[in-house]
């Protein structure tokens, strides 16, 4: 229901900033560079606290309403005093800019949303052996609103809350008497924790020039 | 007292052509820096101290990419880690640069941990922990090739192992360091 309302609010504003879509066809090709932390929320799989990941990123303009990001992170989170659970994500997300002006100009803030998909691992350590007891490969799509914050103009700082919902086999995750009990679910299991994302960026360079 | 009005004129002078230094602007391409850092783990509440050392390449007058590295020796405290390396890399910020060049910088990286072994013979893992880092300091571009640095590192991450164990640390430094400058910049502000 609280995707679904997410979902259909951010389609909404959406399409009605393409009913006045422009963009400047120069700021198309620019590859930028970025590294961020990355602050999970999780509400499934035992981890008992948010954890605090690395990462890094590639953009890269379609146009000046239109970027790309592709991604990847590391995540670590603690369950309990038995282990700790590793998150590893690889992905990509399109970001749309709905407000033009802050496209074009040089501004203090260039609001967007974002929507993507990423691949995820997740590992289950055991504190008592280091052993990693589970695994789950999942696919999770994305969805979420974030900020450029531009320094000068080559370089911005980006902040992005997104929603990932995890599509795949179910695994849970507890402490028991200092030791991981796990317990794998068959079938589907949707679950979905909040990224919080801060990341600087640098634009390299503009990777093709406007014909004519 | 005679000689103590010299030796007040005199410091005056060196003060004031120090200070008339500070504003010159200046060009660098690339900079490295080594030393030793005493360090707070704020989690902990342990003295530490680590070998720091950073290289930085110049993106134009007020920006560089920079990646540091620390190296953990010594505790003077519990000895929380047996080991507790870091790497950061990530984006720094002046004002301007002149001899004088305040800076900061948000650097994402990583630590590789290692918990000292307690109860137990067997040794903790070691574990690659992420951390968030912030940095803060200056610059005294003093002569062609060398330079002052000083600066603030805080850092927060955390390592899992039968528990939380934050390496949550600030960290100081003051040392010398070098630095080139090319003909041609490739970037200008």
């Given at each position: 229901?609280?995707?679904?309302l997410?979902?259909?609010?951010?389609?909404?504003?959406?399409?009605?900033?393409?009913?006045?879509?422009?963009f400047?066809?120069?700021?198309?090709?620019?590859?930028?560079?970025?590294?961020?932390?990355?602050?999970?929320?999780?509400?499934?799989a035992?981890?008992?606290?948010?954890?605090?990941?690395?990462?890094?990123?590639?953009?890269?303009?379609?146009?000046?309403?239109?970027?790309?990001?592709?991604?990847?992170?590391y995540?670590?989170?603690?369950?309990?005093?038995?282990?700790?659970?590793?998150?590893?994500?690889?992905?990509?997300?399109?970001?749309?800019?709905?407000?033009?002006?802050?496209?074009?100009?040089?501004?203090?803030?260039?609001?967007?949303?974002?929507?993507?998909?990423?691949?995820?691992?997740?590992?289950?350590?055991?504190?008592?052996?280091?052993?990693?007891v589970?695994?789950?490969?999942?696919?999770a799509?994305?969805?979420?609103i974030?900020?450029?914050?531009?320094?000068?103009?080559?370089?911005?700082f980006?902040?992005?809350?997104?929603?990932?919902?995890?599509?795949?086999?179910?695994?849970?995750?507890?402490?028991?008497?200092?030791?991981?009990?796990?317990?794998?679910?068959?079938?589907?299991?949707?679950?979905?924790?909040?990224?919080?994302?801060?990341?600087?960026?640098?634009?390299l360079k503009?990777?093709?020039?406007?014909?004519? | 007292?005679?000689?103590?009005?010299?030796?007040?004129?005199?410091?005056?002078?060196?003060?004031?052509?120090?200070?008339?230094?500070?504003?010159?602007?200046?060009q660098?391409t690339?900079?490295?820096?080594?030393?030793?850092?005493?360090?707070?783990?704020?989690?902990?509440?342990?003295?530490?101290?680590?070998?720091?050392?950073?290289?930085?390449?110049?993106?134009?007058?007020?920006?560089?990419w920079?990646?540091?590295?620390?190296?953990?020796?010594?505790?003077?405290?519990?000895?929380?880690?047996?080991?507790?390396?870091?790497?950061?890399?990530?984006?720094?910020?002046?004002?301007?640069?002149?001899?004088?060049?305040?800076?900061?910088?948000?650097?994402?990286?990583?630590?590789?941990?290692?918990?000292?072994?307690?109860?137990?013979?067997?040794?903790?893992?070691?574990?690659?922990?992420?951390?968030?880092?912030?940095?803060?300091?200056?610059?005294?571009?003093?002569?062609?090739?060398?330079?002052?640095?000083?600066?603030?590192?805080?850092?927060?991450?955390?390592?899992?192992?039968?528990?939380?164990?934050?390496?949550?640390?600030m960290?100081?430094?003051?040392?010398?360091?070098?630095?080139?400058?090319?003909?041609?910049?490739?970037?200008?502000?």
């Amino acid at each position: 229901m609280r995707v679904a309302l997410i979902t259909s609010l951010l389609l909404g504003t959406s399409l009605s900033s393409f009913a006045q879509f422009r963009f400047d066809p120069h700021l198309r090709g620019i590859l930028s560079v970025g590294l961020r932390n990355t602050v999970s929320t999780f509400h499934n799989a035992g981890a008992t606290q948010p954890g605090l990941g690395v990462g890094g990123h590639f953009r890269l303009n379609f146009n000046s309403r239109v970027n790309t990001e592709w991604h990847a992170d590391y995540i670590t989170a603690a369950i309990n005093h038995a282990g700790k659970r590793n998150v590893y994500h690889i992905g990509w997300s399109v970001m749309y800019y709905p407000i033009y002006k802050t496209v074009q100009k040089f501004t203090a803030a260039k609001p967007y949303f974002m929507i993507g998909h990423c691949f995820d691992l997740v590992q289950v350590v055991q504190s008592s052996d280091n052993r990693v007891v589970a695994k789950r490969w999942s696919a999770a799509p994305t969805v979420g609103i974030g900020n450029h914050f531009p320094i000068k103009d080559r370089i911005d700082f980006s902040f992005a809350l997104q929603y990932m919902l995890h599509v795949g086999k179910g695994l849970e995750a507890r402490a028991v008497n200092g030791s991981v009990a796990i317990e794998e679910r068959n079938g589907f299991l949707w679950d979905g924790h909040v990224l919080l994302t801060m990341s600087v960026n640098y634009k390299l360079k503009k990777l093709w020039k406007e014909k004519g | 007292m005679e000689g103590k009005r010299i030796a007040l004129i005199v410091l005056l002078l060196v003060s004031l052509q120090a200070s008339a230094q500070f504003g010159q602007s200046r060009q660098v391409t690339f900079r490295a820096h080594a030393t030793l850092a005493p360090g707070f783990l704020l989690g902990e509440g342990e003295g530490v101290v680590s070998v720091v050392g950073d290289a930085e390449y110049f993106l134009s007058n007020r920006t560089s990419w920079r990646a540091d590295g620390a190296y953990y020796l010594l505790s003077f405290g519990d000895e929380t880690f047996n080991m507790n390396h870091g790497l950061y890399s990530g984006l720094c910020f002046r004002p301007s640069l002149r001899n004088f060049a305040p800076y900061v910088g948000f650097q994402p990286g990583v630590h590789l941990t290692q918990l000292k072994a307690r109860e137990s013979l067997v040794a903790p893992p070691v574990s690659v922990v992420p951390v968030v880092s912030g940095i803060t300091g200056f610059h005294f571009f003093f002569l062609s090739f060398l330079h002052i640095s000083a600066g603030v590192r805080v850092l927060h991450g955390t390592a899992y192992y039968f528990g939380s164990h934050p390496v949550t640390e600030m960290r100081a430094w003051l040392g010398l360091g070098w630095q080139i400058t090319t003909a041609r910049r490739k970037f200008d502000d």
